[in-house]
């Protein structure tokens, strides 16, 4: 199924996976709608992506805003979910407990709300596609926040599959992708992070944000796929 002229919407569609999401959409014949906290990163998003494309200015952790701003849009046909801060691994006697639930509020909330009002102006045949990450499946040290939100996102795609039928939901997992969301690491250290996934990964590289993209794209198109996690690592997960 072609997205020419659908209406989708990009939640975090100004860096990293969502924007490769939204230019691909967009490329596609799509009509598209970035939405973000940040206004200087919305302006640097609309120079980068195709003529057309829409930018609103949107608090993803404030239920009244995203209440406003679905009713504001109106009708479209596939809501996009990538929004989330960088986070920071640590282990679990470290970190305060106010900033974990800071990574939740967007991440796993966000969406939640996102998916409450967003829904009901998705016309038929249309879908949500969120994200989590493979660290739901395989976590490592430090990792109990990232992997928590991973798979209370996971669970929150099948439930919707459910309820909400026969509008569909998925999900994409991704594994280390290069994108902003390494930004907190230092640079030495996220290079090596990138060169030793390279070294272990099946396919021998690391993902840039357009291989993931695609997979999006894919479960927007496909009409017979709901509840599924779609995992894009590279073969991590085997080895």
Not at 116 to 140: C, D, E, K, L
Not at 161 to 171: G, T
Not at 208 to 219: N, V
Request: charged share 20%; net charge neutral; proline share 4%.
């Amino acid at each position: 199924m072609a997205l020419k002229d659908k209406r989708i919407i990009v939640l975090g569609g100004t860096s990293g996976i969502g924007l490769a999401v939204a230019e691909a959409a967009a490329t596609d014949g799509a009509k598209v709608l970035v939405a973000s906290r940040d206004e200087a990163r919305i302006k640097r998003a609309l120079t980068e992506l195709p003529a057309g494309v829409e930018g609103y200015a949107l608090d993803l952790s404030n239920a009244a805003a995203i209440e406003a701003f679905f009713d504001a849009v109106g009708p479209f046909d596939h809501l996009v979910y990538t929004a989330g801060e960088s986070l920071k691994l640590s282990p679990l006697a470290e970190g305060d407990i106010a900033s974990v639930r800071h990574f939740f509020e967007v991440r796993y909330w966000g969406a939640f709300m996102a998916a409450r009002w967003g829904h009901r102006h998705i016309r038929t045949g249309g879908s949500i596609v969120f994200t989590s990450g493979v660290a739901a499946a395989r976590p490592g040290p430090g990792w109990s926040v990232a992997a928590s939100i991973c798979g209370a996102m996971e669970g929150l795609t099948r439930a919707l599959a459910v309820e909400l039928a026969p509008m569909r939901v998925n999900i994409v997992s991704p594994g280390v992708v290069k994108t902003p969301l390494w930004r907190e690491m230092p640079e030495e250290a996220r290079e090596s992070l990138y060169a030793s996934e390279a070294r272990r990964l099946p396919v021998g590289h690391v993902a840039d944000a357009q291989e993931i993209a695609k997979g999006y794209l894919y479960l927007m198109r496909q009409t017979f796929v709901t509840g599924q996690t779609l995992v894009i690592d590279g073969g991590g997960l085997l080895v």
